[in-house]
Every structure is written in C-alpha cells, then in structure tokens.
C-alpha cells in the first residue's frame, strides 16, 4: 500500500539535544525544553509547557556547528507551532515547529 503522507521538511534533520528557552508570543509566559532535532527551517523539542498547534513562539538556544558553517552560536527564533505529540507519561509535549526568522545572538561571555 502506497504511503499518502507527505514529507513536509525542507531541510535536513540533525538529531541534537540542546536546552531551548521558548515564550509564548501571546502571553510571556517562559519554559524550558530539551530539542530533539533541529534543521534550516525547523525544530522539534520536548517541553512540559502547554503549547498548542498554531501559537506562535520565540526559542534561544545553541545552534550546533553543522547548522552554522563551523561554530556553535547563539540564536533567537520566531516560529510557528505546527504539531504537538503528547508523551505517553503525559507530563511532556513533543512540540514541532516552523522557523519564520531566525537572528544570530552575540556570544555570551561569562
């Protein structure tokens, strides 16, 4: 039987796990997540916060070399939320979502 899905992704998938902050463009609230997976144009994490499909978000995290042409760097993404898988513990949500924009931070010295 042939497969109807469609592969929605555009960019190659890296498998890394990075902590990500992520507020809620529609109430400031903030929480904090594991990635899963991260490409060009989209991540895909692990958090306890209440998300649903279609908000919108804004994450800072640590992009790994192989999506910066050699060096890890901070950024700060706007995406959309476009699918949430609940864990079957049901404490974490498994949380895609499309990158609009991204900005490169400058690198925290500390």
């Not at 904090?32 to 995290?61: A, C, H, K, W």
Request: with cysteine.
């Amino acid at each position: 039987m042939p497969d109807n899905k469609t592969e929605r992704r555009s960019g190659e998938r890296i498998p890394v796990q990075v902590p990500v902050t992520i507020t809620a463009a529609d109430t400031n609230l903030q929480a904090t997540g594991d990635t899963r997976d991260l490409s060009s144009n989209g991540i895909f994490f692990y958090t306890d916060f209440p998300i649903r499909q279609g908000n919108n978000v804004e994450m800072v995290l640590i992009l790994p070399p192989e999506l910066t042409s050699g060096e890890k760097r901070w950024v700060c993404c706007q995406a959309t939320v476009v699918r949430v898988e609940d864990n079957l513990d049901g404490n974490k949500h498994g949380v895609a979502a499309q990158v609009r924009d991204m900005q490169f931070l400058p690198e925290l010295i500390g």
